[in-house]
């Protein structure tokens, strides 16, 4: 973070189409024999042996370069809903297909949409494109996505999720288990938690307490006054990166800064969201705290483009 605060933005801008190739092979790299790694059902990971990491977490911090670096350069282009709406969203076709079709990782496409269509919006494309194309595509998708997973069975976990989500209690030794554990530890830490690393949820109750559960872990060691905590720093933090957002000095830096300020925003949201059964259960980490190297790294170097943006801003 420290040595990628130093480098100058704007050089990002000249690789912004490099960054969407790379992007693609990376996340297509998976399907290889010899370095494509999986784990519980998906292959997600590139393993080359001194090193493994999901090239998704790469491939975000790639995309919200490159749609900065497209959206900058074609303004004048996004009252148009062919070439302002459409011809955008279509550079998210081949990301999603990999996510979903070769890694089974629908979590990482939600976001990465999401984060472009905040990018999008924020450029300058009309909300009423959203609002009409954006929602009905949305929803056809997810129905087709559903009959999919009926007619051949991919994805099916999926249902189980949302059947979940609407009753846990329906299945408590099964897809239950999770969302209910979970609940159990936030109601055990109360107001003040039972302590730093007291928590008893996380002995072979809670599945992921390290990863996608780390929040319940939070809630029951510091309980409600450590939850609003956590989701303070959160909030200073995405309104630090609107500040830096607005008064970024070009167009550029203003959408990188709206895109990483996204994608830690969104993913702390949805998780926090999951944990608390708020939304169904998706594969989502929470940022800067639950285990992940790659996740760490990746969003740590984010933090320093930022910072970077930050700088320029107190130098003018």
């Known amino acids: ?39 519980k059902g998906a292959t997600r990971w ?41 011809k955008p969203l279509l550079f998210m076709v081949p990301p999603v297909v990999i996510l979903f079709f070769l890694q089974d990782h629908l979590s990482a496409a939600i976001i990465m949409v999401a984060i472009t269509s905040i990018m999008m919006l924020m450029a300058g ?50 897809d239950g288990w999770q969302v209910i554990q979970g609940l159990y530890a936030i109601g055990s830490g109360g ?10 949820q996380k002995y072979l109750y809670i599945p992921e307490p390290h990863n996608d559960f780390i929040f319940a872990i939070l809630a029951e060691e510091l309980g409600f006054i450590g939850c609003i905590a956590v989701i303070a720093l959160f909030a200073i933090f995405i309104w630090r990166g609107v500040i830096v957002a607005m008064k970024a000095k070009d167009c550029f830096g203003s959408l990188v800064a709206v895109g990483i300020t996204s994608l830690i925003g969104v993913q702390a949201i949805m998780n926090i969201a999951v944990v608390t059964s708020s939304m169904p259960a998706t594969g989502i980490s929470l940022p800067f705290f639950s285990y992940g190297g790659t996740s760490l790294v990746i969003l740590l170097c ?3 483009i930022l910072l970077n943006i930050s700088r320029s801003i107190s130098k003018v």
Do not use: C
């Open 302 to 304: 984010s933090v320093g």
């Open 191 to 200: 107001v003040f938690g039972v302590g730093l690393g007291e928590s008893k």
């Open 46 to 86: 590139l393993d080359f042996g001194f090193i493994r990491f999901q090239p998704s977490e790469i491939a975000k911090i790639g995309l919200i370069i490159f749609y900065a670096g497209y959206l900058s350069e074609h303004r004048t282009e996004l009252n148009s809903f062919k070439k302002g709406f459409i």
């Open 125 to 174: 494309t009309r909300l009423k494109y959203f609002l009409t194309a954006g929602l009905s595509a949305g929803v056809l998708g997810a129905i087709g996505m559903f009959a999919l997973a009926q007619k051949t069975g991919k994805g099916d976990f999926r249902l189980a999720r949302i059947l979940t989500f609407l009753d846990p209690w329906q299945d408590p030794t099964g």
């Open 1 to 39: 973070m420290f040595i990628i605060s130093k480098i100058d933005y704007r050089i990002y801008k000249r690789f912004y189409k490099l960054a969407y190739i790379f992007s693609i092979i990376m996340l297509s790299l998976v399907i290889m024999p010899v370095i494509g790694s999986g784990a």
